[in-house]
């Protein structure tokens, strides 16, 4: 499958979905693009999965009668996400066109460690 990252997708990503052709939205010169005008120029260019961390596009969309699958991240961050590779690449195996997935890869969390009151 060709796959398109999204802007807000890491790059590591590219590596580690092996029997796909990744490549990332930017490289391809759809840096920029709004949602609809991004999916409209990924299917022009023959992409088959849009991989975003955008979680209102299913809202934002109607995916009726499109060529392109669009599978959402839970989070974007590469220590996260890297963790949940399996399951975003099962996600990318079984996209069908016009369908919208959501991959739950739990969210960011800032370590919340105990202010030294000495620095205060």
Same mark, same amino acid.
């Given at each position: ?28 010169? #759809? ?68 369908? #919208? ?20």
């Amino acid at each position: 499958m060709r796959v398109l990252l999204d802007e807000n997708m890491p790059h590591q990503l590219r590596a580690h979905l092996p029997g796909h052709e990744v490549s990332t939205a930017v490289y391809v010169g #759809f840096g920029g693009f709004k949602n609809g005008e991004l999916l409209k120029a990924a299917e022009d260019a023959g992409y088959d999965v849009l991989l975003t961390g955008d979680l209102s596009l299913e809202y934002q969309q109607n995916l009726t009668g499109r060529k392109i699958a669009i599978v959402s991240l839970s989070a974007n961050s590469w220590r996260i996400v890297q963790n949940h590779i399996p399951a975003i690449a099962g996600a990318i195996g079984t996209a069908q066109s016009g369908s #919208f997935s959501r991959v739950d890869c739990g969210k960011y969390k800032p370590s919340k460690k105990p202010r030294d009151p000495a620095q205060h």
